[in-house]
């Protein structure tokens, strides 16, 4: 995520959520939240603590996310880097203490864990004290864990990720992909399984083999510890945490036959889900749900928004709540209700269970300014029991056929500007009013946005610097200034998405570096994103995506991105790839018999098309390629080639590749055309 930031804007949460629960409770929007939040705790007091990735440590109290943060840190927030955990001392009411795990920037990029002391709802000025320091990170910006959570043993628990190297986990030479355990004060405890075998501050692991464990939990009533573990292409898992236990990654992803690994408690796969997060076992000082729910494991998809629970003695695992905007950790509440964290929802959302709860107004409506003729949309938020019904009215009379949990005035005029929105919400139990909203009706007119850079069409491959421009011209303010621009990078990844770059405000270029140590899946792409301002408050947002360069493997494997490197899957045969005429190529990966690359292939032997090659065997070949101009439709993508390369190709029966030339100009066949070259 590689430029510099400017500012860091995040909207908060605008109450347009509403998640599907069981029958008898109630699911309410408990505090809008900005959204980049990444995990949530209740403080021994009752007010919930939230981190945002930016380095941001919120305070929500009695509802209300206060405005000054706890602390703020200097953080890496690219990819999945940045403030990840909070974790209060066992202490906290006596000493003060709330630990944080955050991506520190020096001495290197490295996940450090770190203690401050809490004067009231902010630290203590200076108070930081580093309790543990972990590996220096590599170029790969994912997988980095950061739950963390004090035992009943007084011991701290921190999840670790692979660092995006699934070989690290199985290693005792390094933190990464494993659990720790330490001390309050980051020494590392004589007992740990591993004290007397690994050296160093890998003294301190406690179990390895995870992939990314994001979340944990620990059962207070019995001191069992459930990790969720995110996993590669096949499984989710939960394991439950135990001393000395391998969990197998990347030797076993789900459950496995080798004695030597620890299967999950509970696991499911690719249909259900792509990321398990949440995490929370239902005890409170205040039992709200029903008896059957007691002691249950509740955990949530990210990509698909659901909350599901398990019976931690059975395994007994049943649907719960679906609909959340990717949620990103669970916790119950010290009234009993559970709480989720949406990211996407940019929201903390509360579900509570009430058989005869009137309703109440969790998010008011806000006030819209519109130029003439743009739809206006107002939204509230409430909670109460099922069902609600909805009345909007507009300077105190009813709107015909307004009863959704939100309203939109279609083209409004400038006789409409002025009018007051409101809502009454109801169910069998009562009523509750909204307060009002205004609707401001202008002339001005909406900017107009645009990016000029990179231009449609634009691929990628890792280490690639993409650099992006754009212009904002408002009819009112002419050309807009730097500071009218905001841009934002997201990596959409399958059927979700990741942030690659937040919020940049203040520029009208920037650039980012695309990782070589991400996604290698065919199904990802970047989309660049412009929102220009004017001075009126309008906004105007724009996008353009960018895909990357791919090879195709006719063996019946899947496209794979390209990185700068040229990734090329292992196999028998060579492949040697140079960017200059007249040099001898040099290697650079296998390559298997009967792949095709997302490059012109020579067939022939020294001279191109010398003969047509239509039966089986190996053939020598070298051959220059001329700079294509036009470039090749490659799974539909434009791709430049150029160079000169060797390639070794063992042929197919029945299946020739033929070499046709006409004037000069030679046309290599085989499956699909693969483009020309120049003899």
């Given at each position: 995520m590689g430029s510099v930031l400017l500012a860091l804007l995040v909207p908060l949460g605008t109450g347009t959520h509403a998640a599907t629960v069981p029958n008898g409770f109630v699911d309410s929007i408990f505090v809008g939240v900005p959204s980049d939040v990444t995990?949530?705790?209740?403080?021994?007091?009752?007010?919930?603590?939230?981190?945002?990735?930016?380095?941001?440590?919120?305070?929500?109290?009695?509802?209300?996310?206060?405005?000054?943060?706890?602390?703020?840190?200097?953080?890496?927030?690219?990819?999945?880097?940045?403030?990840?955990?909070?974790?209060?001392?066992?202490?906290?009411?006596?000493?003060?203490?709330?630990?944080?795990?955050?991506?520190?920037?020096?001495?290197?990029?490295?996940n450090r864990v770190s203690r401050f002391t809490a004067n009231g709802n902010v630290t203590v000025p200076g108070s930081e004290v580093v309790i543990f320091n972990l590996n220096t990170l590599s170029d790969a910006d994912n997988h980095n864990g950061g739950a963390i959570h004090f035992g009943n043993d007084g011991k701290l628990y921190i999840a670790v990720g692979d660092n995006g190297t699934g070989p690290n986990s199985q290693s005792l030479g390094n933190l990464f992909g494993k659990m720790l355990r330490i001390n309050r004060d980051g020494s590392i405890p004589v007992d740990n399984p591993f004290f007397d075998t690994a050296s160093g501050v890998n003294r301190a692991i406690w179990a390895l083999g995870v992939r990314n464990p994001f979340t944990t939990a620990i059962q207070r009533s019995t001191g069992r510890l459930f990790i969720n573990d995110v996993g590669g292409s096949s499984w989710e898992e939960i394991n439950e945490g135990a001393p000395g236990a391998n969990y197998g990654w990347p030797l076993a992803e789900g459950p496995s036959s080798d004695p030597d690994f620890t299967n999950p408690f509970h696991y499911y796969g690719r249909s259900d889900g792509c990321a398990i997060t949440g995490g929370a076992f239902y005890e409170s000082a205040a039992l709200a749900f029903p008896t059957a729910y007691h002691g249950d494991y509740f955990y949530a998809d990210y990509c698909s928004g659901w909350v599901r629970r398990i019976d931690p003695v059975t395994g007994a695992d049943v649907a719960f709540a679906a609909g959340i905007g990717f949620p990103v950790d669970l916790k119950v509440g010290p009234d009993g209700a559970l709480y989720y964290l949406a990211r996407g929802d940019a929201l903390v959302g509360r579900i509570s269970y009430a058989n005869a709860e009137p309703p109440s107004i969790t998010v008011q409506p806000a006030d819209r300014t519109v130029p003439v003729g743009q739809s206006a949309s107002f939204t509230v938020g409430a909670s109460g029991s099922a069902p609600l019904a909805y009345q909007w009215r507009r300077n105190g009379n009813v709107i015909a056929g307004a009863n959704g949990s939100s309203h939109t005035v279609a083209n409004p005029q400038l006789s409409h500007s002025g009018a007051l929105i409101d809502v009454v919400v109801s169910n069998s139990?009562?009523?509750?009013?909204?307060?009002?909203?205004?609707?401001?009706?202008?002339?001005?007119?909406?900017?107009?946005?645009?990016?000029?850079?990179?231009?449609?069409?634009?691929?990628?491959?890792?280490?690639?610097?993409?650099?992006?421009?754009?212009?904002?011209?408002?009819?009112?303010?002419?050309?807009?200034?730097?500071?009218?621009?905001?841009?934002?990078?997201?990596?959409?990844?399958?059927?979700?998405?990741?942030?690659?770059?937040?919020?940049?405000?203040?520029?009208?270029?920037?650039?980012?570096?695309?990782?070589?140590?991400?996604?290698?899946?065919?199904?990802?792409?970047?989309?660049?994103?412009?929102?220009?301002?004017?001075?009126?408050?309008?906004?105007?947002?724009?996008?353009?995506?960018?895909?990357?360069?791919?090879?195709?493997?006719?063996?019946?494997?899947?496209?794979?991105?390209?990185?700068?490197?040229?990734?090329?899957?292992a196999g028998h045969g060579t492949a040697h790839l140079r960017g200059r005429r007249g040099h001898r190529p040099q290697p650079r990966s296998g390559i298997a018999p009967g792949r095709e690359l997302g490059l012109l292939i020579l067939v022939g032997r020294r001279r191109p098309c010398a003969r047509h090659l239509d039966s089986g065997g190996e053939h020598d070949v070298y051959g220059a390629v001329r700079r294509s101009t036009r470039g090749v439709d490659w799974h539909r993508q434009r791709v430049d080639v150029r160079g000169q390369f060797r390639h070794q190709h063992r042929l197919v029966p029945g299946n020739p590749l033929r070499c046709e030339c006409d004037a000069g100009r030679c046309r290599l066949e085989d499956h699909q055309r693969l483009g020309d070259f120049q003899q």
């Open positions: 995990a949530m705790k209740f403080a021994p007091d009752g007010r919930l603590f939230v981190s945002q990735q930016s380095g941001k440590l919120r305070v929500v109290q009695e509802g209300t996310l206060l405005a000054t943060p706890f602390v703020t840190l200097p953080v890496d927030d690219s990819g999945e880097r940045g403030l990840l955990g909070v974790a209060f001392d066992p202490d906290f009411e006596t000493n003060g203490f709330v630990y944080v795990y955050y991506t520190a920037t020096s001495p290197t990029v490295h139990f009562g009523s509750a009013t909204s307060d009002t909203a205004q609707l401001v009706v202008t002339q001005n007119s909406v900017p107009a946005a645009a990016i000029t850079q990179p231009v449609s069409g634009t691929t990628y491959a890792g280490a690639v610097t993409i650099n992006y421009a754009g212009t904002g011209n408002d009819a009112e303010d002419g050309i807009l200034p730097a500071s009218a621009f905001t841009w934002w990078v997201d990596l959409h990844h399958d059927t979700h998405m990741h942030p690659q770059v937040p919020r940049v405000s203040g520029s009208k270029t920037g650039s980012f570096t695309i990782p070589t140590n991400d996604e290698t899946s065919p199904d990802v792409f970047y989309r660049i994103h412009l929102e220009v301002t004017d001075s009126g408050g309008l906004t105007q947002s724009v996008s353009r995506d960018i895909q990357p360069r791919k090879f195709h493997d006719h063996a019946g494997h899947q496209p794979r991105r390209a990185s700068a490197a040229a990734r090329w899957p």
